[in-house]
């Protein structure tokens, strides 16, 4: 449903598109749509929609509305800049970095105790992090509130979305070779239970095509819409798994190390990485904006004050 209404935005927008002349104004004079030397700020709008409308149901793996939503809320936030070189181009930056950290914590039946009430205590730690850049270059075009933007973009991206340490209430021993644990999905392996899984770092690079619009509902501040279609080579580093068991030979708990190798990827499609719908406000550079009015005033005073003096005036 949101992908058709973009389009469908998108498609009105392309439709109305003509070459302006005169920038749009208001009854006041005010500039409403940007202009050179305008810098624009603005923000991903997608993870509060998100978070609004996951707020009011219980989802079990909601990531937006559920224990972890301080961290999670803005997980895919991105920030956007615009500097307009003309009227109808702009420099586009867009970045992002993000970081999360969650713990969670279960209670199990005690090994060591004959009381079925004693419980320890089992946990997970989960740490992720992204990072995002890219620089682009967009020209624009279209007549009244309604503008449209087409353009490329160059990406780097960083991607960490898996570092998780488990610690264990029960401890091994020789005559507990598999204390009671909880089972987080795939954390047990037998008498073996993960102590730790890191790794899963990937670094992107690529080029990115975009097209979108923006309806400007006040002077200089506007909401816009974006679909890219992009190509992504990605390298993902080697993945550890850290596993303790006992060891009933030394007699002592052992850690084991695996490994899963590197590997290289090259991918295309649709994406929205900046966000499909966001906010954004321009701000002149140059202080408060003159409305148009006032420089057609000044425009005139400058090519009167051009007339030619005859005489011996020095005034």
């Known amino acids: 449903m949101k992908i058709t209404t973009i389009c469908l935005l998108l498609f009105i927008s392309f439709v109305h598109l003509q070459a302006q002349d005169e920038l749009l104004t208001n009854d006041k004079g005010q500039v409403i749509v940007p202009e050179k030397g305008d810098i624009g700020l603005g923000v991903n709008m997608i993870p509060v929609f998100y978070w609004l409308g996951n707020s009011f149901n219980s989802t079990a793996n909601n990531n937006y509305a559920n224990n972890d939503k301080f961290f999670a809320v803005f997980g895919n936030s991105v920030l956007i800049g615009k500097y307009m070189l003309t009227n109808q181009s702009a420099l586009r930056l867009a970045w992002g970095i993000n970081l999360g950290h969650s713990v969670k914590e279960q ?21 992720w992090s992204q990072a995002s ?5 967009e ?11 087409w353009g490329g973009d160059i990406r780097l991206t960083y991607n960490q979305s898996s570092d998780y340490r488990y610690t264990y209430g029960n401890g091994y021993s020789l005559s507990n070779l598999v204390p009671t644990s909880y ?9 073996k239970r993960t102590i730790a899984h890191t790794g899963l770092n990937a670094f992107g690079v690529g080029l ?9 509902v006040a002077p200089k501040v506007c909401i816009g819409a974006e679909f890219g279609w992009g190509v992504m080579y990605q390298h993902t580093l080697a993945t550890t798994i850290s596993e303790e068991y006992f060891n009933v030979v030394n007699q002592e708990v052992a850690v084991e190390h695996n490994y899963i190798a590197a590997k290289n990827e090259v991918t295309a499609g649709v994406d ?3 966000g499909t719908i966001y906010l954004m406000f321009f701000f002149n550079t ?8 006032s420089r057609d005033n000044v425009n005139k005073t400058e090519k009167k004050s051009k007339k030619s003096v ?6």
């Open 310 to 315: 005859r005489g011996n005036s020095r005034f």
């Open 139 to 149: 020209m624009r075009k279209g007549k009244g509130r309604l503008q449209g933007f």
């Open 272 to 274: 929205n990485f900046d």
């Open 183 to 191: 089972d987080w999905g795939t954390n047990l392996n037998g008498n």
């Open 107 to 127: 209670y199990i039946q005690d090994d060591a105790s004959n009381d079925p009430s004693t419980m320890v205590k089992d946990s997970r730690t989960l740490n």
């Open 133 to 137: 850049l890219g620089l682009g270059y």
């Open 208 to 216: 990115r095509g975009f097209v979108g619009a923006e309806y400007f």
């Open 286 to 293: 140059n202080g408060q904006a003159t409305p148009q009015k």
